[in-house]
């Protein structure tokens, strides 16, 4: 689990905690078992219940987790509640009114401890950033991986590449230092995501670049991505604006061609390495994560089923009792050549050279 997608849950859950008042119906049940008073589940509030189960009804894997972690999966449990109701035990009441407020204590440190520096600043375009950083933007780039799968270091180098190639392209067109775009952050979990750091007017284009290259791999769906990825990336904007700003003078006829060179290139790295932005998902109802989808060979293998450790993958000697006659006798013909070798070769040329004339 990435550190984005938990600080997220985190943050989700606490909000959620507070928000449905599940505090103050603890509290309240705390206290009346503390004085002695008969609980028969009158303090249990249909309304709290209702406000928490509406806003977990949006949970995904990573709010579950962390509800379990902090030991309050029971208020996701119809039946807990259903039991408090029926029967208000003064232990049952004393433990998730620790756990919630512990959470609610807690949870803040544990994002600040989660945290990677300045990236929640520069999310924000936050002016607390220091000088260096002011006026950018941030980029985040994710490498999806499915459950057991991994990538190959090709496949990072690509991404690596691919952003600093789109970004290169636009920077020289608006007459700007590429070499401002650095990586801020990474991070790894079930996916891997880099962090990119550039001038947020170069920024704003590589985003859009990004999605022009997106709009036309759901245009060509039905394809694979080594089939469509040149055609993709020869029909980008960027490409036409380029040929604009050579007509006009604005670009010379070398530089143009380079810089479409490098359009391509990078789009064409991108495609490669099945790299995803936010915004994809937000352009229509397919899914990047198939769409996008990387050739096999940038993802390592997964394991073979009984290879042994000194000899892993390798495939079983043939049985010779399952070769043909044919067969055999050719394997008999290629040992008598392997043993004559080069030393027969070479008396038989000796002998070739005693016969000339």
């Known amino acids: 689990m990435r550190r984005d997608v938990l600080i997220t849950a985190l943050k989700r859950v606490a909000r959620d905690l507070k928000a449905s008042n599940l505090t103050?119906?603890?509290?309240?049940?705390?206290?009346?078992?503390?004085?002695?008073?008969?609980?028969?589940?009158?303090?249990?509030?249909?309304?709290?219940?209702?406000?928490f189960s509406v806003a977990a009804t949006n949970y995904g894997e990573a709010e579950r987790q962390v509800l379990k972690i902090l030991r309050l999966e029971d208020l996701l449990s119809p039946i807990y509640w259903q039991q408090l109701l029926a029967k208000a035990d003064a232990t049952v009441i004393f433990a998730m009114r620790r756990a919630i407020s512990f959470a609610l204590d807690d949870i803040p440190k544990f994002i600040a401890l989660l945290q990677q520096e300045h990236v929640e600043e520069a999310k924000a375009e936050s002016q607390d950033l220091p000088d260096i950083l002011r006026g950018k933007s941030?980029?985040?780039?994710?490498?999806?991986?499915?459950?057991?799968?991994?990538?190959?270091?090709?496949?990072?180098?690509?991404?690596?590449?691919?952003?600093?190639?789109?970004?290169?392209?636009?920077?020289?067109?608006?007459?700007?230092?590429?070499?401002?775009?650095?990586v801020l952050a990474c991070d790894s979990g079930s996916d891997k995501s880099f962090d990119f750091l550039g001038l947020a007017k170069v920024m704003e284009q590589v985003r859009k670049l990004i999605l022009d290259i997106w709009d036309r791999r759901v245009f060509n769906r039905h394809a694979t991505v080594s089939s469509c990825m040149d055609?993709?990336?020869?029909?980008?904007?960027?490409i036409e604006k380029i040929n604009t700003l050579r007509e006009n003078g604005a670009l010379a006829p070398e530089q143009a061609e380079l810089l479409k060179r490098r359009t391509i290139q990078g789009a064409t790295q991108f495609l490669e390495a099945g790299l995803i932005i936010d915004g994809m998902a937000d352009e229509g109802s397919f899914s990047p994560r198939q769409l996008m989808r990387p050739e096999q060979k940038l993802l390592a293998p997964p394991p073979v089923v009984g290879a042994t450790e000194g000899d892993p993958g390798e495939s079983p000697s043939p049985d010779p009792n399952d070769l043909t006659s044919e067969e055999i006798a050719e394997l008999r013909r290629m040992a008598a050549t392997s043993r004559s070798g080069p030393s027969s070769n070479r008396t038989r040329n000796r002998k070739n050279k005693g016969n000339a004339p």
Do not use: C, W
């Open 24 to 51: 103050q119906m603890f509290n309240q049940a705390s206290d009346h078992v503390r004085k002695g008073e008969k609980q028969d589940g009158s303090f249990v509030s249909f309304e709290v219940f209702q406000r």
């Open 138 to 182: 941030l980029l985040t780039v994710l490498v999806a991986e499915d459950a057991d799968e991994f990538s190959t270091p090709a496949r990072l180098v690509r991404a690596l590449e691919a952003v600093a190639n789109l970004y290169g392209v636009l920077a020289t067109i608006e007459g700007t230092n590429e070499s401002e775009l650095i």
């Open 231 to 238: 055609l993709i990336a020869k029909s980008l904007p960027i």
